[in-house]
């Protein structure tokens, strides 16, 4: 198959790009990522969301301790062809290592202070099995 | 006023963070772009988006040569502190620089191809007024 699509994408200087997932259905932005063309080639042959995590320096299959794993409906670029946005069907409710739903659970308030405003919905000790 | 706020953030090594702007009540993701932390407290400052034009090595007033801005009512960052999320109100209805309503108008299809699927909503050079 062809891999015109792949290098039809911006990649930075890292060989990488962001991508964020976006929950199928509610709309709500769960988290960002980062993707290199292999990432991004396994996530279309799974269905499944595979990362690039640059802190590990490996492929990372979301889920693959958690269970925690995306299905992908959709994947789509931006204008600028250097963005990554997929449509997503998260998988026990949980995008977040913390045991949040999504990663975006802290809000600035009026008097300039980060204030969480998303609950905890599942000890992530229970998750990763850490305790 | 304290600037805790900026210093809780993971700025990258170029001193940016990936801002992602929602559509305020539709929850679309508009638009990823970049921002430093002068850009971060305008946006918080003015109530209007303000990023980081890394092709043109300066401070961009969304909106400021279309009249596109983006008037901000939530500021969020995920649980890493290196990714910011906007809720954004769209003026004009277009936040692409392509006269479409959003950035991620182009979507893969089964045969690997990027397809477009959405519209142009308004001429770029009637935007931008380069005719």
Known sequence: MSEDWLDAIKWDAQGLVPAIAQEHGTGTILMMAWMNPESLQLTRETGHAVYWSRSRGRLWHKGEESGHQQVV????????????????EQKGGIACHTGRH????RELDAQGRWVEVAPVLKDPQAIYGKA
């Open 73 to 88: 409906h959709a994947i789509r670029i931006d204008c600028d062809a250097d963005v990554v946005l997929l449509d997503v």
């Open 102 to 105: 999504n990663c975006f659970f």
